[in-house]
Every structure is written in C-alpha cells, then in structure tokens.
C-alpha cells in the first residue's frame, strides 16, 4: 500500500519532473520534498497548502490525498500495538460520538 509521500513521488517521476522544479511549485525546499517523497517528515505547518497544490499540480482528489496522509499518521501510531484493531474500534466510536455532540450543539437554538 503507497504512502502520500510515495504517491508524491511516482506523480512527479510520471510527470518526470526533477524534484527542484515541484519543490518550486510547493514553494518549499528540496530538502523538504526529499523528506516527504522518503516518507520521513510532512511539514504540519503547510500541510493543507502542500495537499492542495499536489492534487491541483497532478489533477488528483484533495480528498484522497488527504485520507492517504491521515492514514499515514494513524498506521504510523499503531504499528507496533498489539490491540490496534481494538484502538481503532474505540476511536471509531469516539469519533461517532464527538460528531454527534458537535451536531447537537450545532442545533441548539439560543435565545
């Protein structure tokens, strides 16, 4: 299964692009688009910015994009726990919950 910064990395080389020119592009240093393509660090700062621009740059979904980095985290955290798929199933439900509380709060109507 391809990372985000994997997947980054085989758009720019189908594209063949060098890494100084999409570094160009994201407005970032080369060494930073090293890191990312070598899965070792996303600058959080940019992320967004980062994310928006690859999908525009490549014609891909931001969404997807997005769900490729989110996963990345979330595999990262849980790759050495024993109990991960019952992590998981607890953040499931703790995700559930935090949406359905924000949807309530959202639907209150104050006086």
């Keep these: 299964m391809e990372s985000l910064g994997t997947h980054i990395r085989r758009l720019?080389?189908?594209a063949?692009?060098?890494?100084?020119?999409l570094a160009y592009e994201l407005d970032?240093?080369?060494?930073v688009l090293s890191r990312i393509e070598n899965d070792n660090k996303?600058?959080?700062?940019?992320v967004a910015e980062i994310i928006?621009?690859?999908a525009v740059l490549f014609n891909k979904s931001e969404v997807e994009l997005k769900k490729m980095l989110l996963?990345?985290?979330?595999?990262?955290m849980l790759?050495?726990?024993?109990?991960?798929e019952e992590i998981l199933k607890v953040s499931e439900a703790k995700v559930q919950y935090g949406r359905q509380k924000k949807s309530v709060q959202s639907n209150l109507n104050f006086k």
């Design 42 to 46: 996303f600058p959080k700062k940019r």
């Design 71 to 76: 996963s990345d985290e979330i595999s990262e």
């Design 12 to 14: 720019r080389e189908e």
């Design 28 to 31: 970032i240093d080369v060494s």
């Design 79 to 84: 790759l050495y726990e024993e109990q991960y």
């Design 52 to 54: 928006n621009k690859v």
């Design 16 to 21: 063949e692009w060098p890494q100084r020119k």
